[in-house]
């Protein structure tokens, strides 16, 4: 990949440093995986609980080194014709009809059927050729003339076998189409593979990537995203919310509350003009924490014993 910004990138503490101005707060660890991927030129594989900044991570990244974002989905059933590219066939049935009325003109002065064979064949290159092509995601990045950063969002969602699929384009950063062989990355792009770990992925696709893990951010870097994201929080109530959040994370929940849903939390008591956390507060806002009915009957109760926790705290 052509590298835009190479001051940005000089050393994990530069990424570091840059990230925090775009708003991004990470670890030594994310800021040193970051640096690897793009001076090794190695896919990324960002793993760990939904909501703590995947899929942010390519998106910084993508800001940092001023390069476009090509984000691919991943769902169950996905497959190339979705995510590689796929034929553009009212085109090529326009072709067709075009064709046939031109035939007789195409054989006119043919000499035997082998001439007239070899006609046809040439036409049959050009009808699966560029012209009909429609890029997806992948080719797209391949094709990207100065580079891209390449997210596959999820691919944990994905069935194997279309895991099985990308291993050509992790190692080589290379395609296979069937009509028109092997296409060569015109620049390596930088990808970013994300997983909620809802399945285990292949030891081939492991082995091809970096392996970065993010977990539940301590409470010192979750204030810091916090006074990023909500810099007009006072100071009191971002380390009660905090601090709440982290005793919810203790609770056998069937989903507890990720870094998105803190951010979501403290624009609402924002919005809400609260300068204190108080039971009544917590209890109107406890589905902006929580995405299920059981997990919040269960924590209800439990608020007033987890505000003692908190006052023990900060």
Known sequence: MIIRNKDKIHSPDTIKQHFEGLGYICSDAIATSVYLACHLQKPILVEGPPGVGKTELAKKASELLSAPLIRMQCYEGLDEAKALYEWKYGKQLLYTQLLKDQLGDVMRGAKGLDESVTRLHQFGDIFYSDEFLEP???????????????????????????????????????ISIPELGTIKAKSSPIVFLTSNNTRELSDALKRRCLHLYIPFPCKEIEQKI??????????????????????????????????????????????????????????????????????????????????KAVAKQV
């Open 226 to 307: 916090i006074t990023a994201q909500v810099p007009e929080l006072n100071e009191q109530l971002k380390q009660q919310l905090v601090a709440f959040i982290g005793e919810l994370r203790d609770m056998a929940l069937k989903k507890v509350p990720a870094v998105s849903e803190t951010i979501d939390w403290a624009r609402a008591l924002l919005l809400l003009n609260v300068d204190n956390l108080d039971h009544d507060w917590i209890k109107n806002t406890l589905n902006l924490l929580l995405k299920f009915q059981d997990d919040i009957e269960a924590v209800e109760p439990e608020i007033n014993n987890l505000l």
């Open 136 to 174: 997806r995601p992948l080719l797209e990045a391949l094709r990207a003339e100065d580079g891209a950063i390449l997210l596959i969002d999820e691919i944990d969602k994905a069935d194997q076998e279309f895991e099985a699929f990308l291993l050509e384009l992790l190692s080589d950063y290379q």
